[in-house]
């Protein structure tokens, strides 16, 4: 008889929360690195896995900028994808959607069109060989004016068909959602699903206004929601999903421990919680560990792990008929 963890690890599943950026393993960094003649600020592979020791969110993403500055070539961009591929489908993944930061490479002089071709190819070879879906989120960066993200957009247009839709990412406090208000509009206009990053280091009010704002079909992290039980009502009114990611959020220092995680909470009020790596690379591991750590903290039993685990489907932007099937899957694994 299997354990509720280990039926929980080798069940189908989606990630629906994951930068790519942030799949970068310090190995591929200093790969890319001497393949493009460039020099990273860290010796070597151990100093820079020692620097991974963040007291919060922007001391991460300042590291997580700086190496993404590896990132040259569509050949890059192919062998970060696949690289993410191969270890999500080891934890059972058939299903990702995933972030991408054009900003954080257009400002570096790299064409979007690089970006775009080198994560497809990495895609296309996982289709091929594993049978695995992929779709590609832009995400705006917070930190920088809304022009930028008008710009970026822009620049998205000709290839518009390739990218299923729009995220915000990047420094929270202090960078409300409302400050894209526009963008996002023009985004949705375009029938895109949109989503943003609210409630990890931000306040709850963050995340009424990427509801109300935004118009959002999914909250990413949302973790701070517990702090606001008519927020917390709303929320299970209206069915939103959360893409919780539970590894970064100790990392990150958003609780100082698994067993302080709002995660339980957020699952007895009834929400469509979905379980995330973020940026596995830097806080880790991928989603098998996050599984991992979640049981060792609150050993949740088969049925709420058949709950998570079709979350990651009912809460996907994968087609009603591939939804449908692949929650089948759920329910005979678990059966
Ligand atoms: N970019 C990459 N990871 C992020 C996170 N956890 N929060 C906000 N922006 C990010
Ligand atoms: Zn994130």
Known sequence: MKTPLELALSCPKAELHVHIEGTLE???????????????????????????????LQSFLDLYYACADVLRTEA???DLMLAYLQRARADGVVHAEIF????????????????????????????EAWGMSTQLILCFLRHLPETDAE????????????IHGFGLDSSERGHPPAKFARVFERCR????????HAGEEGPPAYIVEALDVLKVARIDHGVRASEDPALLDRLAREAMPLTVCPLSNVRLRVFEEMREHSLPALLARGLVVTLNSDDPAYFGGYLGNNLR???????FDAATWKTLLGNSFRASFIDPARRAAWLAEVERHFA
């Open 100 to 127: 991408f930061d054009p900003q954080t490479h257009t400002a570096r002089g790299i064409p979007f069109e690089t970006v775009l071709r080198g994560l497809e190819a990495g895609a296309a070879e996982a289709r």
């Open 26 to 56: 310090p190995e591929l960094a200093f790969a890319l690195a001497r393949r493009n003649g460039i020099a990273l600020p860290h010796a070597d592979i151990d100093a820079l896995r020692a620097a991974y020791d963040f007291a919060d």
């Open 151 to 162: 710009a970026t957009l822009e620049a998205a247009l000709p290839f518009i068909d390739r």
């Open 189 to 196: 206009a375009l029938g895109k699903p949109v989503v943003a």
């Open 76 to 78: 890059d961009f192919h």
């Open 293 to 299: 750590a979640v049981q060792q903290a609150f050993d």
